[in-house]
DNA sequence: CTAATTGCAAAAAGTTTGCAAGCGT
DNA sequence: ACGCTTGCAAACTTTTTGCAATTAG
């Protein structure tokens, strides 16, 4: 419970701070246990709220920038959910997944379909195109919802 | 070349207005005009500065008021290409298409297929999601830019 | 020590809105 | 005429940035 890491990703924040020569602040360390302590769908200004709670105060430009970090580190990634503001969701290392999102209750559903990732791979491959990332959201009414309408 | 309405789109959209009770102005009529004098994807800030040369002057303001109804009667989609300010563009009424985005050169290539879109349906029938609409966008580098690197 | 980092407040960037004047129908 | 529209400028929302003070390594 001291000064160990207890989550992986954590763990892989760090190293990548260490191997840009970058340091480990109070801050940076507040954030990523927020973030890792929660894992979903969040928003930079949530997190702004969440950690206005905290013994360490972080501002809203250094939330920014360490999302921005973590990004690039591929820990967590920008999500357009359709709303104004970004969102944020962790992504798990090596995984993937897409996004069923409900107009109506705003909910999120992720889902990972081998099929689909197949034919998209595909479809690069007959444009000559090399993908790096892609980002499926469909939009619509979760179960619950279309049950209530 | 005077009065009729050339483009079918625009046609729609006259109906559209009328339908709703609202009024066919020059302004509105501006902004049709160039959406689909060049249909493609083009940012609201563009739009603006396309239609500064034109004889009738459109306000920023009304652009976007413009591009509001313009997705209300489908005619136009907003799109997430990553940048920071929304893209939008033309909807050939009842067709759908993916995109494939190079982050180097910024090009869009857009595609549609089938055995993708009947997967994608066959995900939302196992959650009991009912969908309305999606967007897929695959990132990474087209065919010229990943040759060049 | 020294370079990286933080917080602040100002600036940017993108979009929306209230209101008086103007224009379709 | 009546009510929808427009333009303007101000307001708003989200994100970025310059800079002096602070802190990790």
Redesign the pocket.
Known sequence: MAGKPEQPEKAVFLRF??S?????????EAVVNEIFSDSGHF???ELVHRLRGNR?????????????LLRECQLVE?LDLG????FYEYVNPGEHHDHLICLQCDSVIEFHNEKLERTQAEICRNFGFQETHHSLRIFGLCSKCSQNA
Chains 1, 2 share one sequence.
């Open positions: 701070l260490k840009r020569g970058l340091k480990v602040t109070r801050q940076r928003e930079a200004e360490t105060r972080v501002s809203r430009a250094t939330i920014y920038r360490t999302l921005e920008k709303q104004s503001g970004s």
